[in-house]
């Protein structure tokens, strides 16, 4: 019997896991969606000046400037 509850306790616990990997994957599409449209309206990805491997964080009102071409991205909304 204790067997039996082993399996049921690993299926309980991938059902969990499955469940989180499905909200994270939802959550991952809505944030493509946004990044796509972001992208097709002429906001592009800027990088960190200091980081180049990373992009910056976007701050609602705050101008972020391109640390290559010095062109405000203003259009561009968290």
Do not use: W
């Amino acid at each position: 019997m204790g067997a039996i509850s082993d399996i049921k306790q690993s299926i309980a616990e991938n059902s969990k896991q499955q469940t989180i990997l499905e909200q994270q994957l939802e959550f991952e599409l809505e944030l493509a969606t946004i990044a796509d449209s972001r992208y097709e309206s002429g906001c592009l990805p800027i990088v960190a000046t200091v980081y180049p491997h990373k992009y910056v964080t976007i701050v609602q009102g705050k101008v972020i400037q391109d640390r290559i071409t010095p062109i405000a991205q203003r259009n561009c909304s968290v």
